[in-house]
């Protein structure tokens, strides 16, 4: 599980800074850059947190955290399929709001 990887990369296709993620999921800034370089790892309350600060599932979060061997029964293709599906509603999900501001 790569906690660190799905966090980088939700917080940045959300467009999002440090600061205001962690002032979203009430998060000290420090905590949060230790969660992106992977130095901690957060609990499930503080996953929570994130995701719904992010305005993104914690299930699709979880995909997204998942290595490689953690996916068994799952090919590689589909599971890349799958990721970039995700992003793809993460990209619309800030469009949309983008537009509706």
């Known amino acids: 599980m790569n ?3 799905a966090l980088k990369l939700c917080r940045t296709q959300k467009g999002i800074t440090k ?5 979203k999921a009430d998060l000290s800034i420090s905590y949060l ?3 992106e370089q992977g130095k901690r790892d957060p609990n499930l309350s503080t996953i929570n ?10 299930s699709i979060f979880m995909f997204l955290a ?3 061997n953690e996916l068994n029964g799952i090919s590689k293709e589909l599971a890349e399929k ?5 992003l793809q509603m993460m990209a619309a999900n800030v ?3 983008n ?3």
């Open 33 to 35: 850059s230790l969660l």
């Open 82 to 86: 799958i990721s970039l599906t995700a």
């Open 49 to 58: 947190k994130l995701c719904i600060a992010l305005n993104i599932p914690a």
């Open 99 to 101: 537009i509706s501001s």
């Open 66 to 68: 998942s290595d490689v």
């Open 19 to 23: 600061t205001e993620l962690a002032e």
């Open 3 to 5: 906690i660190s990887k």
């Open 95 to 97: 469009n949309e709001t």
